[in-house]
T-cell receptor, first 115, second 112 residues
C-alpha cells in the first residue's frame, strides 16, 4: 500500500494564479483532511471530509475550496493564490469514527511558495 | 487557534539520555495523540491515550495524561540519534469530524 500520497511535492505560484493539490489514499478510509503547517504554528485544519461527496470547513478555510468526488481522493484548490498561502500542505486520512479508528495517516506534504 | 502548547520548544540531549516533552491543552478531549515529524516529512503517529487513561507505554515511549490539569507528557527513554525530530501533541475533542488540533511542537535533537 502506498498509504497517503500528495501531488505535487513542490510548486511556485505567482499571486493570483490558481492550482489544485491532489491527495490520494488507498486504505479505504472514510475521513480525509487538509492541514497547513507554518513555521512555529503547528498544523491547522483547512477543510475536511467525512465521506465521499461531503466536505466541511475547518479552522482556516478562507481562500481554499475542496472536493471529494471519489472516496480515495481529496482535492484542495486555491482559486487566486496569495503570499499568505505560502506554506506546507499536508493531507491526512483516518478510518472513521469509533474506537480504534482515530489515528490519522499523513502524506509527505506539498511545499507551496506564492510570490 | 492552537489547542495544545508544547514545552519546551526545543530540546537537545545526548544519546542514551531520556527526553521529556510536555503538552497543555484548553478544552475537554476524547483522546490525545502524539506524532513525530522528521525534517521535511509528513507526520507519523506514535501513541494515543484516551481521556479515561492516565498512562500508556509503547516500546521506549511513555505517555501520561492528567485531565484535571489538561496536560500530557511524552517520555522517550534511552534516546537515539534517530529520535531527532519534531514531536507534536494533538487533541481530539470527540466531535464527529475527528479532526485533530495540534500544538506547535517540540524540536528534539539527540547528539550521538
Amino acid at each position: 500500500n502506498a498509504g497517503v500520497t500528495q501531488t505535487p511535492k513542490f510548486r511556485v505560484l505567482k499571486t493570483g494564479q490558481s492550482m489544485t493539490l491532489l491527495c490520494a489514499q488507498d486504505m479505504n478510509h472514510e475521513y480525509m483532511y487538509w492541514y497547513r503547517q507554518d513555521p512555529g504554528m503547528g498544523l491547522r485544519l483547512i477543510h475536511y471530509s467525512v465521506g465521499e461527496g461531503t466536505t466541511a470547513k475547518g479552522e482556516v478555510p478562507d481562500g481554499y475550496n475542496v472536493s471529494r468526488l471519489k472516496k480515495q481522493n481529496f482535492l484542495l484548490g486555491l482559486e487566486s493564490a496569495a503570499p499568505s498561502q505560502t506554506s506546507v500542505y499536508f493531507c491526512a486520512s483516518s478510518p472513521g469514527v469509533g474506537r480504534g479508528q482515530e489515528t490519522q495517516y499523513f502524506g509527505p506534504g506539498t511545499r507551496l511558495l506564492v510570490l | 487557534s492552537q489547542q495544545g502548547e508544547e514545552d519546551p520548544q526545543a530540546l537537545s540531549i545526548q544519546e542514551g539520555e531520556n527526553a521529556t516533552m510536555n503538552c497543555s491543552y484548553k478544552t475537554s478531549i476524547n483522546n490525545l495523540q502524539w506524532y513525530r515529524q522528521n525534517s521535511g516529512r509528513g507526520l507519523v503517529h506514535l501513541i494515543l491515550i484516551r481521556s479515561n487513561e492516565r498512562e500508556k507505554h509503547s516500546g521506549r515511549l511513555r505517555v501520561t495524561l492528567d485531565t484535571s490539569k489538561k496536560s500530557s507528557s511524552l517520555l522517550i527513554t534511552a534516546s537515539r540519534a534517530a529520535d531527532t525530530a519534531s514531536y507534536f501533541c494533538a487533541t481530539d475533542a470527540g466531535t464527529g469530524r475527528r479532526a485533530l488540533t495540534f500544538g506547535s511542537g517540540t524540536r528534539l535533537q539527540v547528539q550521538p
